[in-house]
């Protein structure tokens, strides 16, 4: 038997492309919420490292926090994509965030069910509009130019 995963995409964010979906359609054991966008630093700094984790542990604790409302386990993998190395003022850098939650096993929601997509659009906003943007230091672009 093969995995068929399927993806459905959001319009959340004017500068953000969003999207969620799982890998396996059939037992749908998890769910997967993508972000991404193309960021550019308003300044310099030695040390980008210290933000982007400041960026993933923010994401982490709303993920989190945001869980407990839904038909997802409190269990999620962040993994945000965002290169430290060649950062500069005036140069976007591509980020890109992927979350991993997993379904309750009593739960076997489709996958543009309102139960599934409205908590994951709710956290996807969370995310862009608490953590991200809110950051005073970056743009964010749609595109590298």
Request: proline share 3%.
């Amino acid at each position: 038997m093969t995995k068929q995963g399927r993806e459905v995409k959001t319009e959340i964010s004017d500068v953000f492309r969003t999207s969620y979906g799982t890998v396996d359609v059939s037992t749908m054991k998890s769910v997967y919420l993508n972000l991404s966008s193309w960021i550019e630093p308003l300044y310099d700094n030695d040390n980008w490292e210290r933000t982007i984790n400041k960026f993933r542990y923010s994401i982490d604790n709303i993920i989190h926090r945001e869980l407990k409302e839904t038909i997802l386990k409190n269990k999620a993998i962040v993994d945000l994509d965002l290169r430290s190395s060649g950062m500069r003022m005036g140069k976007r850098s591509f980020m890109r965030c992927e979350v991993t939650m997993f379904i309750e096993h009593k739960h076997k929601p489709e996958i543009k069910s309102k139960k599934l997509s409205e908590p994951l659009n709710h956290m996807t906003n969370m995310i862009i509009n608490e953590t991200l943007i809110p950051v005073e230091g970056f743009k964010f672009h749609r595109t590298k130019k």
